[in-house]
């Protein structure tokens, strides 16, 4: 079989991809978002890459946002006419109801009574007082869209919320969010909606952010000691149907339980594979010839 990982070339995680594929004697490409061409026509309708048609049997939608709209609607095409398989399908799923927002997030972890911290999505700094008074100091405050943790604030008054706005100049909306107490958090890693592994990540000294892109260590952690953490990220998976996920899960200090931070859509595995024996390369590929023989 063929698959395409959009928005991985180069890097680490499309090596290790690669290297797992081959040993299971799956061909996997990668490409650019930008390399996409789509040619209509009144009696012509065709999408290719590097001047030759997307002929995969499976597409990974991993990073891709400066080129959205038009990858959706390339697979979308590509499923309906062709059979191509796609992983996070949810962008193509009617059911779904996929917005670009973390709002309709917060909705379907509502229905779902998973457990994450108190939320207000606003559009405008005109809007911080009509929020702030239904949360305690410190909050956290982020652009509605990001990754990393960049542009990500913990604030200790109104005043600080909108001047963190107005150092996210660009953003489209921000979420202001109840800070939970904590030693770190706990990257949850899923393939199939099925937890793969974990790590926990701790903060470097003086931030507040656990990321490891922003100078976090990780170590590995065990699931079994605490089957909440487990049970919490393959709901919220299945809840945001998000095939292969990182689900960022934190444990409140003063009461020990879990809440769901975010779900990462295309997540970075080299920690995990750093820091814990989880092959999680060799569970994507196995993943991507499960979805491809359905």
């Known amino acids: 079989m063929k698959a395409l990982i959009v928005g991985l070339v180069k890097n680490y995680h499309f090596k290790r991809v690669q290297e797992e594929a081959e040993k299971q004697g799956v061909e996997v490409d990668g490409c650019y978002c930008e390399e996409l061409v789509i040619n209509a026509s009144?009696?012509?309708?065709?999408?290719s890459l590097r001047g030759k048609p997307l002929d995969?049997?499976?597409?990974?939608?991993?990073?891709?946002?400066?080129?959205?709209?038009?990858?959706?609607?390339?697979?979308d095409y590509l499923s309906k006419t062709r059979g191509t398989k796609i992983i996070n399908k949810k962008l193509i799923d009617p059911a779904y109801q996929y917005y670009l927002t973390s709002a309709i997030d917060y909705w379907k972890q509502n229905i779902e009574s998973i457990p994450f911290?108190?939320?207000?999505?606003?559009?405008s700094k005109k809007s911080v007082e009509s929020v702030i008074g239904g949360y305690r100091f410190p909050v956290i405050i982020k652009p509605t869209e990001g990754r990393k943790g960049k542009n990500v604030f913990k604030c200790e008054s109104a005043e600080?919320?909108?001047?963190?706005?107005d150092e996210m100049e660009g953003a489209r909306a921000y979420v202001v969010r109840e800070f939970i107490p904590n030693d770190g958090d706990i990257r949850v890693f899923t393939v199939g909606?099925?937890?793969?592994?974990?790590?926990?990540r701790t903060p470097k000294e003086g931030d507040f952010r656990?990321?490891?892109?922003?100078?976090?260590?990780?170590?590995?952690?065990?699931?079994?000691q605490n089957p909440?953490?487990?049970?919490?990220?393959?709901?919220?998976?299945?809840?945001?149907?998000?095939?292969?996920?990182?689900?960022?899960?934190i444990i409140h200090a003063e009461t020990g339980e879990p809440y769901v931070l975010e779900t990462n859509p295309g997540p970075q595995f080299e920690g995990l594979e750093t820091y814990t024996?989880?092959?999680?390369?060799?569970?994507?590929?196995k993943y991507f010839k499960e979805v491809a023989e359905k």
């Open 117 to 123: 911290p108190k939320s207000s999505v606003i559009l």
């Open 160 to 165: 600080e919320v909108k001047r963190a706005i």
């Open 56 to 75: 995969y049997d499976l597409i990974y939608l991993w990073a891709f946002s400066k080129c959205r709209w038009e990858w959706i609607t390339a697979v």
């Open 42 to 47: 009144s009696d012509n309708f065709e999408v």
């Open 193 to 200: 909606y099925r937890a793969i592994g974990a790590m926990k």
């Open 228 to 249: 909440k953490v487990q049970e919490i990220a393959e709901k919220t998976a299945r809840a945001m149907q998000t095939e292969i996920a990182g689900v960022d899960v």
């Open 210 to 224: 656990s990321n490891i892109s922003q100078g976090g260590s990780g170590v590995a952690y065990d699931l079994a």
């Open 277 to 285: 024996d989880v092959n999680a390369a060799g569970e994507i590929v």
